[in-house]
């Protein structure tokens, strides 16, 4: 027992890895109470685990509906789930630590490094403490916005639920959701305020905390990093470029915009793609829409949100560094230059891996449930892809997963959140010293 103990301390990838299992194998025995069921039956252990897994990977895939199947109580749990996923359990650990004034140990503190994804541990514990301020500051902001406007359809203590529950949700990028019956916001598609709000969160909390930071900091400094500059272009880039495409694809489809006013299509198509940056929320109804959209959304959902985020995916500097990588060799250079920013070598490669390891676990995961699932390839692949960047969109083929296809997306969930490296650095044996460098040996390329 003692080197099992051992061999997870002295790896903070493992006791990521052991720490977000244990919370979901926790929330599923709560989620599996008969009180946390609408009807007081249990409910199965494999949908519990399928719900619990969702919310702490901040997924918002589900087996059975949020809004229906589950009682308050087992709402709540779902709540805590995702708001300890969004913001890593090492986080509120520390925050616990905080309230009781206990010191944050060095194996603590590269803990926290490796679950807020930092290249080193300096200022890692005041990171923290703003970690929470602007995650407990947006989302009551969002949670005041959201209650103001669910007033008109429903009770005050009712809007009030409906506003925090889906100002975390969409905070954390989880796409969970409580109206019942698997509509999501189809019944706002054209309400300017939930659109924007929705939005709103979903942008700033696939951002990443050390963005928000930087932005902050921005009056004092003048200054962002090469991070944040790099985060900020490219999801200002994706999303309006996904705008575009999503309205001019889906612009004359009967099942989707075709009956919509052009200030509602506008709406729409921005909330569909800033929705796919791991967020689930969706105006419109997947399984409608063409499908060069649905695959279009796939590339987004891959892509996924920004480092040290509530969000899954590759992540938009991965994509951003493939894409100079590409642009260098195409115009013979050496460098990979971002922002008149030379990116080392090694970030150029971590880039390659983690895309390459994203993609061969797609392909796999969507060769077996197309062996398993009786459906469309696209409907899989699209499946497959959104539990792996944590998006939470289907096209309907969720509630319908066999059991072998329920357990790999719980797997491609987990993996999506934690991260393909992050997995195999707690997986795989610690490297040893390389003492020597093989001869260089050439081959033909392209």
């Known amino acids: ?20 299992a244990v919370i979901i194998l926790l929330g599923a025995q709560l989620l599996r109470l008969p009180v946390a069921s609408a009807t007081g039956e249990p409910t199965r252990w494999i949908d519990a685990l399928f719900t619990a897994t969702s919310a702490t990977c901040v997924t918002g895939l589900v087996t059975v509906d949020t809004g229906t199947h589950y009682s308050t109580f087992g709402q709540i749990v779902i709540l805590a789930l995702i708001q300890i996923g969004g913001l890593g359990f090492m986080t509120m650990a520390t925050l616990f630590a905080f309230f009781l004034k206990r010191r944050i140990s060095l194996k603590e503190r590269l803990i926290l490094q490796e679950a807020l994804n930092q290249s080193s541990i300096e200022g890692i514990v005041r990171l923290v403490r703003r970690v929470a301020f602007y995650a407990l500051t947006i989302e009551a902001a969002g949670a005041l916005l959201f209650t103001l406007r669910f007033l008109f359809d429903m009770s005050p203590g009712r809007a009030v639920y409906y506003g925090i529950f889906h100002a975390v949700s969409f905070f954390n990028n989880a796409g969970f959701d409580i109206m019942g019956n698997f509509r999501s916001l189809t019944d706002y598609v054209g309400d300017p305020l939930v659109n924007i709000v929705t939005m709103l969160l979903i942008i ?8 928000l930071s930087d932005l902050t900091d921005y009056r004092r400094t003048r200054r962002l990093s090469l991070h944040s500059k790099v985060v900020l272009s490219m999801t200002g880039f994706l999303i309006l470029f996904g705008a575009v495409v999503i309205f001019a694809f ?10 919509l006013g052009l200030g509602e ?7 569909q793609s ?30 996924g949100a920004s480092p040290g985020s509530t969000g899954g995916g590759i ?12 642009f260098a060799m195409i115009r013979g250079k050496e460098d990979v230059v971002l922002f008149r920013h030379r990116l080392a070598q090694e970030r150029v490669y971590k880039a390659l891996t ?5 993609l061969t676990l797609v392909m796999i995961a969507t060769m077996i449930l197309s062996t398993t699932e009786d459906h469309h390839f696209l409907q899989i692949l699209f499946e497959v892809t959104s539990a792996f960047g944590t998006v939470g969109l289907t096209m309907g083929l969720t509630t319908q997963l066999t059991l072998t296809g329920k357990i790999i997306i719980i797997l491609m969930m987990f993996i ?14 610690k490297p040893g010293r390389v003492l020597y460098r093989h001869a260089e040996g050439k081959i033909i390329i392209g």
């Open 1 to 20: 027992m003692g080197k099992v103990l051992k061999w997870l301390y002295e790896s903070p990838p493992r006791i990521l890895v052991l720490g977000f």
């Open 204 to 211: 700033l909390g696939g951002l990443g905390f050390v963005v």
């Open 250 to 259: 889906e612009y004359t489809n009967p099942g989707t915009m075709g009956p």
């Open 265 to 271: 299509k506008v709406l729409a198509a921005f909330t």
């Open 274 to 303: 800033v929705s796919p940056r791991t967020a689930g929320v969706n105006t419109l109804d997947m399984a409608s829409l063409r499908q060069a959209t649905q695959f279009f959304i796939v590339v987004l959902m891959f892509i």
């Open 315 to 326: 992540k938009t500097t991965t994509f951003t560094a493939l894409l100079g990588a590409v």
């Open 354 to 358: 983690v895309t390459l390891l994203s």
């Open 416 to 429: 999506g959140r934690l991260g393909p490296l992050t997995l195999g650095y707690a997986l795989g044996p």
